[in-house]
């Protein structure tokens, strides 16, 4: 947890800081009659692995990955950022290029004007898309909520995160919060997959969540019509501690971990075979005098995997009378 005076410490540690809403069913304005000051830990996990999200795996250039993870302490009267709402500038960079200043700049803006943030905290990338992230944060009975963003790489404006969190029940901090995190869409790009290139929305578009359906389009990355909703993309975990928050160079050594040190259960996603459309009819093959044969072809746009639908016949003949004869 960083002090907003020692934010600008945080950014040149974090300077690659490259986001999900949820929070728990308490109302915003849940008044927090605990002690002053709480200290957490974070466990932030990404469980993008190729078995749970087959569709268009990012495999290289660049790999599946997380970008590190940009968070801040507050009260009931700030957003970093809200479904269904437009994003700010800052979220827009953040979610599209992994650029972290003028959010950073938001964030100490909104703490000097209407003194809504306490502090923010930060913890590093994972280079894939399965492995933990680890920081600390400090919330304050007047400022109990968090928000936080990761963004997807690679991705058009993808991230996962949590809006306006409660840490706190009334008279007492939570011990420990578990949030399963999905996917969602700045609004600000228009790319349907992972490696899309960089087209502006224009008008702007509000802050959406990605879903097995949404956008209803088959080359959306996350187009997996059999399923009722996705499986969780990522997980962050909150745990109350005892004593003080180590410091910040402790935070910002914080190690990382790969996915193959994380031992959970993973989900198969099944995902079907995708084939183009029929080819034209070709010449029809054969005497004049007797029946002839054409075809046509189509291709495998995309394999099957984790026993989905297998792929159909990709040619297909039929009789036919060969032209030109007399």
Partial sequence: MIPLYKSYQVFLTALSIVGYSSCLPLSEDAICTAEEIAKYSIIFTGKWSQASFPKQYPL????????????????????????????????????????????????????????SVHGIFSAPSISSGTGQTTTELEAHSRHPFVSFMVRIVPSPDWFVGADTLNLCNGKEWRQTVSLDLHPYDAGTDSGFTFSSPNYATIPQDTVTEITSSLPNHPANSFFYPRLKSLPPIAKVTFTKLKGKITSFLDIASNVTTTGNEIEENVSETPLDCEVSVWSSWGLCKGSCGSAGVKSRTRYIRLKPANNGTAC???????????????
């Fill in 60 to 115: 290289y250039r660049p790999p599946a990955q997380w970008s590190s993870l940009l968070g801040v302490s507050h009260s009931s009267d700030y957003h970093m950022w809200k479904r269904n709402n437009h994003a700010s500038n800052g979220v827009r960079d953040f979610a599209e290029k992994g650029e972290a200043w003028s959010l950073m700049k938001e964030i100490e803006a909104a703490g000097e004007k209407i003194q």
């Fill in 312 to 326: 159909p016949s990709l040619s297909e003949d039929r009789e036919c009378q060969p032209e030109n004869c007399v």
